[in-house]
C-alpha cells in the first residue's frame, strides 16, 4: 500500500473510531502517537480546569444570591472596588489562591480540594 493509501485510511477512521485511530498511528509513527497522547491529557487538563473553575464560581455566585448581595456589596465587604470583584468572576479571570481564599471566607464559604479520577 502507498503512504497516500494510508494518509488516506487514517483520516477516515481518525473521527469514527479513534481507540482504533490511535493504535494503528501507534504502529505506523510511535513518536507521533506520543504526541497525540501528550496533547490529549493537555486539552483533558485544561477542560477539567475549566470546569473546576466554573464550579467554583457558581458556588459563590450562589452564596451571593444567598445574601441578596450584588458585587457592589460582595466588593464592600472584601474592601475591594466592584471592577475588582467583577475582573476575579469574570470567566477570563485566573485568581490567585489567597484571593479566592479571602472570597470563600467572605461569603461563609469554605474551599476545599478533593482527589479527582484520572485518566493515565
Excluded: C
Aim: charged share 30%.
Amino acid at each position: 500500500m502507498s503512504k497516500e493509501h494510508d494518509e488516506w485510511v487514517l483520516a477516515m477512521i481518525k473521527d469514527k473510531d479513534p481507540d482504533l485511530y490511535r493504535a494503528v498511528l501507534a504502529e505506523q509513527d510511535p513518536k507521533l502517537a506520543k504526541e497525540l497522547e501528550t496533547e490529549e491529557k493537555q486539552a483533558e487538563a485544561k477542560h477539567r480546569q475549566w470546569q473546576n473553575r466554573q464550579a467554583i464560581m457558581l458556588e459563590f455566585f450562589n452564596a451571593m444570591a444567598a445574601k441578596n448581595w450584588q458585587q457592589r456589596d460582595f466588593a464592600e465587604q472584601l474592601g475591594v472596588s466592584q471592577a475588582t470583584v467583577s475582573s476575579l468572576l469574570s470567566k477570563r479571570a485566573n485568581p490567585r489562591l489567597s484571593s479566592l481564599l479571602k472570597m470563600a471566607d467572605t461569603l461563609g464559604l469554605e474551599l476545599t480540594l478533593k482527589s479527582a479520577k484520572i485518566k493515565e
